[in-house]
């Protein structure tokens, strides 16, 4: 802030014991409880003033957080030409590294206001008291609650002895390898101060469901049918985020225990936000929980209902889950946000009831928190009922009912039966309790009678009866209130109208069809039929309709794209797809060749669909003009002996044409890295508004030479290539084509050597931490990512010559490896044993070093790639006897800023290794060198390549077997 220095000693505790250094003029210092605040008297008029946050003279809390070598701070007012980080416009603020502003402090005047940019750490007994918690008499002892997850650390110390048993159900081993289960379970059942947990005398069960890779369905229901026998409780802070009906087999798997068992399970709502409730969050019978900020503001990511199919109310309540403080995996304490710590939180809460209540079943306990809950802001689909309130939950003598659900109503109206369901109220006192009900919400529903006297021990109901004929269409909740008490009703009057689809085949006869709607909305209906067929959409207005029509004959002999991409719906609605009015698609080339794939595509807006065509069958367009956002392809992989076609073709609704004028050609080669070698390739391509189309792959003998022809515009187009499928795969970057180019591509080209393409994300470090992208191969095309195996294989990383890691992987993110200080880093990957069977390449040893610091961003790494390029035939093989021409390229990686290079070596060997002799006189012309050798008649030959840049960065790269003579 002021320019001045201190040095803080560190005691053998980590906090502050000493400060070392002497502000210039005078300072003030002070503790407040274990802050050390030190206020320079330049600044104290500020800081006494407010203008300038005290916060940023508190020593300890600047240590603490890390700011040791730049003060963030957030400041009103004019920056002038200061470097600004971030704005913040909602609070009319800019965020300024003062540290990197040397004239910060002389226009400290300029400023309104100024604070520490500060990091923030809730904590979990922020959250308990935020609850309600903790409610004397209430601790959950004799509950014992279930935690499905990734296990649990049973040695934690805020965890000591609460794990009654573990059991794993992944088939690795019940112990937490994440961290996440130990997080939930410290929610729940922690006795550790000050992070105690909402039921800290619970005891705990552990199930391993989870492991880094996921949650298997069978892992989890499998978990549950174990846990449900011997907990009253069950948390499940887990899920899938595709959008459910609550028919899935997790969600029955809910429905079925609780009823079965009486165990309540206590499900996350999911992170996917609005609109993605999946399972077992939907389950009828799962206490479902979303998840609410320290303000009780519902969290961005917390996913919301309705439910899927039948609008149903999900979460049915919300609880802390941002910032959450427990239990971590070293031992320590962790921060974390989700749903997955704020459904503990309940678990916890449901834990008190079931030990006050040894009674009760999941569906009371269910009833308790979710009919008590404290009133935040939001409508039921995102919160539910609302914040769960233990002392409400703990002190009410009568708990009911807390969602009813009337569900989705399609229409027509006018005739529709009143539909009734039954509120329960329950009552645990020793004294009668008379209920007054207000309903809050739609005319349509009606509640009868208008009070309840619920009788001592006993339980009374209220109906609550929908005339759904009533009212306008929508969503709707309302509240029935009850004393303290709150239950949500929600049902959807909605109006649906049925598109009928009748499909007529080229013969007459009624066809086959795959029908898609879809509006700009991105409102979508589908619909196989066999020649006659209805599909009922929600929204009247214009639609894309899809329409593919198959004329059969046993088998698909002909397809029909029958396009309407401006269908108006008004109502009831007729559509006819006659494929008769169909115009013929041909592939007329010039060279033998047969379908090995045929596709059609339709796209407008958020509709994209592609329809793939028997390889055998005619294609036919039904032709259109449609609008100008409208596109329909076709798409046809044609292959042949040595020559392929891979055309897509767009139009807005006619039959597509091309020109040979508008085709490129690629001439691909296929190397062989073993003797009698199958191989297989695929070709992909993609429009500018999707995915990669599917492509199925052809099995060719290696070596193999093929001309392709593809469309040039704007269609990327790329291919997959097997060395042994599904093993030794090859990526080829997508790219376009300008007409009557011509390309060449050469794949498993030797020699197949470690390092790394264009097509890897670039290696960089980022603070401290490396990010490495060395393949075990790559082969000459600097466009291929080439994924194969080395059969043995070790990498070690050095730093200053000091090994700081080892193992057999160099891709990935590493951490631990960088340090704070400029240093030279050395990465050795020796490849003992190629890859199975392979006859080249069957050994190396690279070693990459490079110089790195310490960066404020994201830093891309100067290391040195080489690429060769040699005349090697389809065996990867050259000719004995005679002179051969070494060409290389070596240079800094793709993506890194390009380093000079400053010198070059290139060796030779025919024993393997034994002896070397130096390739002389290498001439350098642009980025590329060559050298000349004699070959001997037979055998192979070992490579090694030596380079130097100008910044003393270096690759010493080895390949044995690089190729063999002939």
């Given at each position: 802030m002021t320019g001045d220095v201190l040095t803080v000693m560190r005691g053998p505790d980590g906090k502050p014991a000493g400060l070392v250094g002497e502000p210039s003029g005078g300072w003030i210092q002070e503790t407040v409880g274990d802050d050390v605040y030190v206020v320079p008297n330049k600044a104290a008029g500020l800081v006494n003033?407010?203008?300038?946050?005290?916060?940023?003279?508190?020593?300890?809390?600047l240590v603490a957080e890390g700011h040791l070598r730049s003060t963030p701070v957030i400041v009103t007012g004019g920056v002038g030409t200061m470097s600004v980080k971030r704005s913040l416009p909602s609070i009319g603020a800019?965020?300024?590294?003062?540290?990197?502003?040397?004239?910060?402090?002389?226009?400290?005047?300029?400023?309104?206001?100024?604070?520490?940019?500060?990091?923030?750490?809730?904590?979990?007994?922020?959250?308990?008291?935020?609850?309600?918690?903790?409610?004397?008499?209430y601790s959950g002892q004799g509950a014992t609650v279930a935690v499905l997850d990734t296990g649990i650390k049973a040695d934690h110390?805020?965890?000591?002895?609460?794990?009654?048993?573990?059991?794993?159900?992944?088939?690795?081993?019940?112990?937490?390898?994440?961290?996440?289960?130990?997080?939930?379970?410290?929610?729940?059942?922690?006795?550790?101060?000050?992070?105690?947990?909402?039921?800290?005398?619970?005891?705990?069960?552990?199930?391993?469901?989870?492991?880094a890779s996921g949650c298997p369905f069978d892992a989890i229901i499998a978990g549950m049918e174990w846990a449900a026998s011997k907990a009253r409780v069950v948390n499940m802070s887990l899920g899938n985020d595709a959008p459910s009906d609550g028919t899935d087999p997790l969600s029955q798997a809910v429905n079925k225990l609780s009823a079965q068992t009486g165990a309540l399970f206590v499900v996350a709502a999911g992170n996917s936000g609005p609109g993605k409730l999946?399972?077992?969050?939907?389950?009828?019978?799962?206490?479902?929980?979303?998840?609410?900020?320290?303000?009780?503001?519902?969290?961005?990511?917390?996913?919301?209902?309705?439910?899927?199919?039948?609008?149903?109310?999900?979460?049915?309540?919300?609880?802390?889950?941002?910032?959450?403080?427990?239990?971590?995996?070293?031992?320590?304490?962790?921060?974390?946000?989700?749903?997955?710590?704020?459904?503990?939180?309940?678990?916890?809460?449901?834990?008190?009831?079931?030990?006050?209540?040894?009674?009760?079943?999941?569906?009371?306990?269910?009833?308790?928190l979710t009919s008590s809950t404290a009133v935040i802001a939001g409508d039921p689909f995102t919160r539910g009922t609302g914040r769960v309130d233990l002392r409400k939950a703990v002190g009410s003598p009568v708990r009911a009912t807390g969602v009813v659900n009337f569900g989705y109503f399609a229409g027509p109206y006018g005739s529709v039966p009143p539909i009734s369901k039954k509120?329960?109220?329950?009552?645990?006192?020793?004294?009668?309790?008379?209920?007054?009900?207000?309903?809050?919400?739609?005319?349509?529903?009606?509640?009868?009678?208008a009070s309840v006297e619920v009788p001592a021990g006993g339980s009374a109901s209220v109906t609550v009866t929908l005339d759904v004929n009533q009212g306008e269409l929508g969503r709707f909740t309302g509240e029935l209130v009850a004393g303290g008490l709150r239950t949500v009703v929600a049902f959807h009057k909605d109006?649906?109208?049925?598109?009928?689809?009748?499909?007529?085949?080229?013969?007459?006869?009624?066809?086959?069809?795959?029908?898609?709607?879809?509006?700009?909305?991105?409102?979508?209906?589908?619909?196989?039929?066999?020649?006659?067929?209805?599909?009922?959409?929600?929204?009247?207005?214009?639609?894309?309709?899809?329409?593919?029509?198959?004329?059969?004959?046993?088998?698909?002999?002909?397809?029909?794209?029958?396009?309407?991409?401006?269908?108006?719906?008004?109502?009831?609605?007729?559509?006819?797809?006659?494929?008769?009015?169909?115009?013929?698609?041909?592939?007329?080339?010039?060279?033998?060749?047969?379908?090995?794939?045929?596709?059609?595509?339709?796209?407008?807006?958020?509709?994209?669909?592609?329809?793939?065509?028997?390889?055998?069958?005619?294609?036919?367009?039904?032709?259109?003009?449609?609008?100008?956002?409208?596109?329909?392809?076709?798409?046809?992989?044609?292959v042949g002996e040595h020559t392929d076609y891979h055309l897509v073709v767009p139009s807005h609704g006619q039959v597509p044409r091309y020109s040979r004028s508008q085709l490129a050609s690629v001439r691909t080669s296929f190397h062989a890295t073993r003797p009698n070698q199958t191989g297989s390739y695929a070709a992909t391509a993609r429009r500018p508004y999707d995915v990669s189309s599917l492509i199925p792959r052809v099995d060719v003998p290696f070596p193999r030479s093929?001309?392709?022809?593809?469309?040039?515009?704007?269609?990327?187009?790329?291919?997959?290539?097997?060395?042994?499928?599904?093993?030794?795969?090859?990526?080829?970057?997508?790219?376009?084509?300008?007409?009557?180019?011509?390309?060449?591509?050469?794949?498993?080209?030797?020699?197949?050597?470690?390092?790394?393409?264009?097509?890897?994300?670039?290696?960089?470090?980022?603070?401290?931490?490396?990010?490495?992208?060395?393949?075990?191969?790559?082969?000459?095309?600097?466009?291929?990512?080439?994924?194969?195996?080395?059969?043995?294989?070790?990498?070690?990383?050095?730093?200053?010559d000091a090994l700081v890691w080892q193992g057999t992987n160099a891709r990935g993110i590493f951490n631990g490896v960088a340090g704070p200080d400029p240093a030279v880093y050395r990465v050795e990957m020796d490849v003992r044993k190629g890859a199975q069977d392979w006859n080249v390449s069957t050994e190396?040893?690279?070693?990459?070093?490079?110089?790195?610091?310490?960066?404020?961003?994201?830093?891309?790494?100067?290391?040195?790639?080489?690429?060769?390029?040699?005349?090697?035939?389809?065996?990867?093989?050259?000719?004995?006897?005679?002179?051969?021409?070494?060409?290389?390229?070596?240079?800094?990686?793709?993506?890194?800023?390009?380093?000079?290079?400053?010198?070059?070596?290139?060796?030779?060997?025919?024993?393997?290794?034994?002896?070397?002799?130096?390739?002389?006189?290498?001439?350098?012309?642009?980025?590329?060198?060559?050298?000349?050798?004699?070959?001997p008649r037979s055998g192979s030959v070992a490579l090694r390549v030596q380079v130097t840049d100008v910044q003393g960065n270096s690759l010493d790269q080895t390949v044995y077997d690089a190729y063999r003579l002939r």
């Open positions: 003033s407010g203008r300038v946050d005290r916060e940023l003279f508190n020593v300890t809390r800019s965020v300024i590294d003062v540290t990197q502003q040397a004239d910060f402090w002389r226009d400290v005047e300029s400023f309104d206001k100024i604070w520490l940019n500060g990091m923030a750490k809730p904590a979990l007994d922020r959250s308990v008291a935020q609850i309600g918690g903790p409610v004397p008499g110390p805020d965890l000591a002895g609460k794990v009654l048993e573990a059991k794993d159900f992944t088939g690795t081993s019940p112990n937490d390898e994440h961290g996440h289960g130990t997080h939930v379970a410290g929610i729940i059942a922690s006795n550790g101060a000050p992070y105690r947990g909402v039921a800290p005398d619970a005891t705990l069960l552990s199930g391993k469901v989870c492991t999946g399972t077992p969050a939907a389950a009828d019978a799962a206490l479902t929980v979303g998840a609410v900020d320290r303000n009780d503001v519902v969290a961005s990511f917390s996913s919301t209902g309705p439910r899927l199919g039948d609008s149903a109310v999900k979460p049915d309540l919300a609880a802390p889950g941002v910032g959450i403080v427990s239990a971590g995996l070293a031992g320590g304490h962790v921060g974390m946000s989700g749903t997955s710590m704020a459904t503990p939180h309940v678990a916890g809460a449901a834990a008190l009831l079931a030990a006050a209540h040894p009674s009760w079943r999941g569906e009371d306990l269910k009833a308790a509120v329960l109220y329950s009552n645990d006192s020793a004294a009668p309790v008379r209920l007054d009900l207000a309903w809050n919400g739609s005319s349509a529903v009606t509640v009868s009678p109006r649906t109208y049925g598109v009928t689809v009748k499909a007529i085949d080229r013969n007459g006869n009624p066809g086959r069809a795959n029908v898609i709607l879809a509006n700009a909305a991105g409102a979508s209906a589908r619909l196989s039929l066999q020649g006659n067929g209805q599909v009922r959409v929600r929204e009247l207005g214009e639609y894309t309709l899809a329409g593919f029509v198959s004329t059969m004959d046993g088998a698909e002999v002909e397809q029909t794209a029958v396009p309407l991409p401006a269908l108006q719906v008004t109502g009831e609605t007729e559509v006819v797809l006659d494929a008769r009015l169909g115009k013929p698609v041909s592939w007329t080339v010039p060279h033998r060749v047969k379908p090995a794939a045929l596709q059609f595509g339709m796209h407008r807006g958020k509709l994209t669909v592609l329809s793939g065509v028997t390889p055998t069958a005619r294609m036919s367009v039904v032709p259109v003009d449609g609008p100008a956002d409208f596109e329909l392809t076709t798409r046809a992989w044609l093929v001309t392709k022809y593809v469309l040039a515009g704007d269609t990327t187009y790329g291919q997959f290539v097997w060395g042994r499928f599904p093993f030794e795969s090859t990526v080829l970057r997508m790219r376009t084509y300008a007409p009557r180019e011509r390309a060449a591509e050469d794949w498993f080209r030797g020699p197949l050597m470690p390092g790394s393409t264009e097509v890897h994300y670039p290696m960089y470090r980022e603070k401290d931490q490396f990010l490495l992208n060395f393949s075990e191969f790559t082969d000459s095309f600097s466009g291929h990512a080439l994924e194969a195996t080395a059969l043995d294989k070790a990498v070690r990383v050095y730093r200053d190396s040893r690279s070693v990459w070093t490079f110089r790195s610091q310490r960066s404020p961003e994201r830093a891309y790494l100067p290391v040195l790639i080489n690429r060769w390029d040699l005349n090697l035939d389809g065996n990867n093989t050259a000719p004995g006897g005679l002179p051969f021409v070494l060409k290389l390229s070596p240079a800094t990686q793709y993506g890194a800023p390009l380093v000079p290079i400053k010198e070059v070596s290139v060796g030779v060997s025919f024993d393997r290794g034994r002896t070397w002799r130096p390739v002389p006189h290498l001439l350098h012309s642009g980025d590329s060198y060559r050298g000349m050798v004699f070959h």
